[in-house]
């Protein structure tokens, strides 16, 4: 008999039924050769500091490096405090019962770095030396299984899969256990001061943006701007340069020779310059874009996205979800001609769909060396039966993406027209020509709705036109807007660093705070620990959040781009990096943190002296 383990119990059901196996057991499922069983997430933790010895909160324990981390079977919280989680006991009897007699073991965890370790933790703890093989697959549905097991990888492929989940679990426990500690002790708060290895830095990006906002002291400039018409259109120009002065503004503005000042054609044409402007279409979606759309069109938090993103995989909808690739390999490519075909009855997609049957597809989300674990979210094109609301605009959200991925550019033509009437101003304009994949959804560029003009009338060099009005303009400088759910994960990408063009973000996505799959969980964290909460739809510490920030801001723990750099250094060992030389320098860093928050949290405010949430 060969066990079949997965990671949680629908999953295993629905092996279970591809397979024909109908025999329900305590703990698992028998039939045709199989056993089908399951854990319920993380059924074993890293244990906590007081297996190793370190009794109670002092300084003296710090920080604690014990030689070997060990595993523990998950606890929970009773009256008398952490025990040992009863079921979750249970379900590794049973799991340890079919290893015994089993010949081989087939790992149908997640696919993915959190479903290894859940596995390879199991196997750790149970001393098990059976063989075993993995299965690897990007869909639930039933033909995906049936090729993935026809397609079973040997066990040792994901070795170094492995060696990175530990290796972050291992660097979670080192970073969060020792400096959650120092900083609560050194502050004497009464209750606990949770730090982490990134969910601290995410709370410094929220801080630092939030007080740049509160401290931000707008400066006041003018601008001018005149009404122009050429034959029967009108259309505006904005003056070259801001003034900081009203008054020399006011004087420039008199010199301007408008129609009141008896010159009908005080406006000389300096320059007329059109360029055509190709827009590529977006990437497809991975998990972190896909949170950011809901988030932005929705309201949904990240953690509300990743729920329902995850129930569509689990019904067969839709593939794998935790991916960080918005890329797809040719093999799949091959497939987007049948998926578009079960869209053509889509009340919103039909259409589009249709029309990208018959022309060629756009190839830029087609990239195999830019696949990782897994490629791109996509529909399965399994018949969606009566979805929840929410379920209905997240499934909808994957596949309009799909069709613009895959259609043509968006051209547009820029129009830049210089003019002079006592000083130089400038109109600018833009010219739709072809929507190409602007066209799924309708919608401009969010650039073009900025722009004075939509559409310029024919000037040539030369020309003199009146000027119907001239106007001059009071503005203000703004700050930076707060942290949505939207801004923050586009921000985690790349640590923090502003970068807007999307090959470099792309490139930078191996280096930013967390990864697809856990950075839901980090904002959520933070809201637990009462430092940040949610207002509308903004991102805000709280006082205690603000106080911690104000001890770690200019401390190794709070600095962003350190903290992508780890996770660069995780993904390297995934591709082969010494885990010696990783767990060496993350416990030098866990030391030096340690000493400095030891120190630093002495002159924590009264705000956290008087009791952190926990």
Request: aromatic fraction near 8%; include cysteine.
């Amino acid at each position: 008999m060969r066990v079949i383990i997965t990671e949680k119990p629908s999953v295993a059901r629905d092996l279970a039924k591809v397979f024909g196996a109908t025999i329900k057991r305590d703990g698992y499922i028998e039939g045709t050769g199989y056993f089908f069983t399951w854990a319920f997430g993380h059924l074993l933790q890293l244990a906590p500091p007081q297996d190793y010895g370190y009794i109670g909160w002092k300084a003296k324990n710090l920080p604690m490096v014990p030689q070997r981390l060990r595993l523990t079977v998950r606890k929970v919280k009773t009256k008398d405090g952490l025990i040992e989680d009863p079921s979750i006991r249970k379900q590794l009897n049973i799991i340890k019962m079919l290893f015994d007699v089993c010949t081989e073991i087939i790992v149908a965890t997640d696919a993915g770095r959190e479903g290894e370790l859940i596995f390879r933790y199991i196997y750790r703890y149970l001393q098990c030396k059976k063989p075993f093989r993995r299965l690897w697959i990007s869909s639930q549905t039933d033909n995906a299984i049936k090729e993935g097991f026809r397609n079973l990888k040997p066990g040792q492929d994901y070795d170094t899969l492995f060696y990175s989940a530990h290796c972050r679990s291992e660097s979670d426990w080192l970073v969060g256990m020792n400096a959650t500690q120092a900083l609560s002790v050194s502050a004497g708060a009464r209750s606990v001061l949770s730090l982490g290895r990134v969910q601290t830095p995410t709370l410094g990006m929220i801080c630092a943006r939030y007080l740049g906002h509160k401290n931000f002291v707008p400066k006041t400039y003018y601008q001018l701007s005149i009404l122009l018409q050429k034959d029967d259109q009108l259309f505006k120009a904005i003056s070259k340069k801001n003034y900081n002065d009203k008054a020399e503004a006011a004087k420039i503005l008199h010199s301007v020779e408008d129609v009141g000042t008896g010159f009908p054609n005080g406006a000389i044409i300096l320059s007329v310059e059109t360029k055509s402007k190709k827009e590529q279409p977006p990437l497809l979606h991975d998990l972190s874009s896909l949170q950011q759309e809901a988030n932005k069109k929705r309201g949904l938090t990240a953690d509300e996205t990743l729920a329902i993103v995850q129930r569509l995989y689990e019904e067969k909808l839709v593939t794998y979800p935790r991916t960080g690739s918005q890329y797809i390999g040719d093999d799949v490519f091959a497939t987007i001609p049948s998926l578009l075909e079960k869209q053509q009855n889509h009340p919103q997609f039909g259409k589009h769909a249709g029309y990208l049957l018959n022309h060629k597809l756009n190839r830029r989300s087609v990239n195999a060396k830019k696949v990782t674990d897994h490629h791109a979210i996509l529909p399965t094109g399994e018949r969606a039966g009566n979805l929840s609301t929410e379920k209905q605009a997240i499934y909808d959200m994957i596949i309009g993406r799909m069709l613009e991925a895959f259609h043509e550019v968006c051209t547009k033509d820029l129009t830049k027209i210089t003019i002079k009437s006592g000083t130089m101003f400038v109109a600018n304009g833009t010219v739709l020509r072809s929507a190409g994949w602007r066209s799924i959804y309708n919608e401009s560029d969010e650039n073009d709705k900025e722009l004075e003009n939509n559409k310029l009338p024919l000037v040539e060099e030369g020309n003199h036109l009146p000027i119907i009005r001239k106007e001059l303009n009071e503005k203000q400088t703004k700050p930076k807007p707060l942290y949505t759910e939207a801004s923050l994960l586009k921000a985690m990408e790349t640590a923090g660093k502003e970068i807007e063009d999307e090959e470099l973000r792309y490139a930078m996505k191996g280096s930013g705070l967390g990864t697809p799959a856990t950075r839901a969980s980090i904002i959520e964290t933070l809201i637990k620990r009462s430092y940040i909460l949610r207002q509308k739809k903004n991102l805000v510490p709280t006082d205690t959040g603000l106080a911690v920030y104000d001890i770690v801001k200019d401390k190794k723990i709070a600095q962003a781009e350190l903290t992508g750099q780890w996770e660069k250094r995780l993904e390297e060992i995934r591709e082969g990096a010494s885990v010696k030389l990783f767990r060496e320098e993350i416990k030098n860093y866990t030391k030096a943190i340690t000493n400095e928050l030891l120190i630093a949290g002495k002159s924590l405010s009264p705000v956290i002296s008087g009791g952190a949430k926990q």
